[in-house]
């Protein structure tokens, strides 16, 4: 299990549980910079280096708790950027991966730009250029950096600012290899997102092998709270005991 942009696994608790009552083994982790995991500066969101980490953690649980767990029957969840992520890694592995659940995931990022751009405006992005300019060259003096909130609707999360606006975030988009998945995905989507597009979701649906879309008249947000979080858990569950086992 991965999470998203600002968040770490101690978010995924009540997911986890949710899974382990259904029969599921779990692994979640950090991605580096974030949470429990080593790195500084702390939470640098780094694409490239989340998809290593995920493959770092899907190759520990198929050759450290291969004793434990059937590493044959794997199958990869992730939410937001992490949804993003596991359609990344589906993609890379093959026949490896058994099923995928992408929960309201980052799929492309041409799309997610034009809506925060939309979302916050000519002065909100002004702002936040800026504030990525001043953390560039804190950066050159090795700190301290500037933060920045993730979002309007989820200050508490914070992550560097210069990274809000850097280019592998602008290029990031899963969507372009899913069709190299094999697995079965279960692409679990808001339908009033606003942050990665419902409409990223729907077309992502079209070029899978083999992909369902599961749609929930809420915000991006909304999936993890009652009563979308259970309704969602349980499509995910569904899906996992028919393709993941």
């Known amino acids: 299990m991965g999470h998203g942009l600002g968040g ?28 429990d995991s080593e790195g500084e500066p702390r939470r640098w969101i780094a694409p ?38 596991v359609v990344t890694i589906a993609a890379k592995l093959g026949s ?18 034009s809506l925060n751009l939309l979302n916050r405006g000519m002065l909100g992005n002004s702002v936040l250029g800026a504030a990525s300019l001043a953390d560039r060259a804190a950066e050159k003096k090795n700190g301290p950096y500037l933060y920045v909130p993730l979002s309007a609707s989820w200050r508490k999360f914070v992550t560097r600012a210069c990274l809000a606006s ?6 990031y988009s899963p969507i372009d290899r899913i069709h190299a998945a094999t697995a079965p995905i279960l692409i679990v ?32 947000f909304d999936i993890y709270n009652a009563p979308w979080f259970q309704q969602a858990v349980d499509e995910e569950v569904k899906f996992l005991l028919k393709y993941g086992v």
């Open 8 to 35: 770490d696994k101690s978010h995924l608790h009540h997911y986890a549980v949710q899974f382990v009552n259904s029969g599921f083994a779990v692994f979640s982790s950090d991605y580096r910079f974030w949470g």
């Open 48 to 85: 490239p280096k989340q998809v290593e980490d995920w493959l770092s953690a899907v190759t520990f649980v198929q050759t450290q708790l291969s004793s434990s767990v059937d590493a044959a029957r794997l199958s990869l969840w992730g939410t937001s950027f992490g949804g993003g992520h």
């Open 96 to 113: 490896q991966v058994k099923a995928v659940v992408s929960q309201v995931p980052h799929l492309d990022s041409r799309l997610a730009s």
């Open 166 to 171: 850097d280019p592998a975030m602008g290029t």
């Open 189 to 220: 989507a808001a339908k009033k997102d606003g942050l990665c597009p419902y409409a990223a979701a729907q077309a992502a649906q079209r070029k899978a092998v083999n992909a369902t879309l599961a749609t929930f008249d809420c915000g991006h």
